[in-house]
């Protein structure tokens, strides 16, 4: 099997970026921050708080997360519930920091998605993929952009969903969600050594996917 290792800090645009590289090869995309946005939304759901790894730990007994994949995208399943658009809150984005830090959830995810490597061609996103759950992916990406014109795409999304949000306000999230990923104990975000940085600052989404598919290209 074939795999691409795509990390990057929160709102550089991998998802949408990965998803469409993955339907111009004809690969899986796998979205690995949505299952730990998966693991928050449950813990906010129990009252359980997302930083208390204790509690966190004691909780995962009653999670059960699946991937499917449909022609309209990857899903996401919280106990058999299609949880797809409840995990894209602001809240729940912050608390998928926190339990990505604790070692147990790590553990609790980490066959789910290294079993995708195995029976599928895949691309898989998130913060540690091709420094830890994909170190031997044969194309490894740091994808990234500017705290900035992340905020501002942010804001541009939330826009155009309604539900407009505060330019400043987005981008002290950015930088604390930033803060917190880098800085964990474990499984920091930063690149594989390996890596091919890829900074979307200055592309627009086309660009973006386009100059992706020219480094799986150059390095397949």
Known sequence: MFAIAIDGPAGAGKSSVAKAAARALGFIYVDTGALYRTVALHMLRSGVEPADAKAVE??????AVDLRH???????????EDVTDEIRTPEVSMAASAVSAIPAVR?????????????YNVIMDGRDIGTVVLPNAQVKVFLTASAEERARRRCLEMEQKGTPV?????????????????????????????????DTS???????????????RERS
Not at 107 to 119: D, H, I, N, P
């Open 58 to 63: 004691a909780a995962l007994a009653g999670v």
């Open 202 to 216: 200055d592309l627009d989404f086309e660009g973006a996917v386009q100059r992706l598919l020219e480094i799986v």
């Open 166 to 198: 505060d330019y400043e306000q987005t981008l002290r999230e950015i930088r604390q969600r930033d803060e917190q990923d880098m800085n964990r104990e474990t499984a920091p975000l930063k690149p594989a050594e390996d890596s091919v940085l890829l």
């Open 107 to 119: 553990k609790f995810l980490f066959s789910l998605q290294t079993g995708m490597a195995e029976r």
């Open 70 to 80: 449909a022609p309209d995208g990857q899903h996401v399943l919280l106990c058999g």
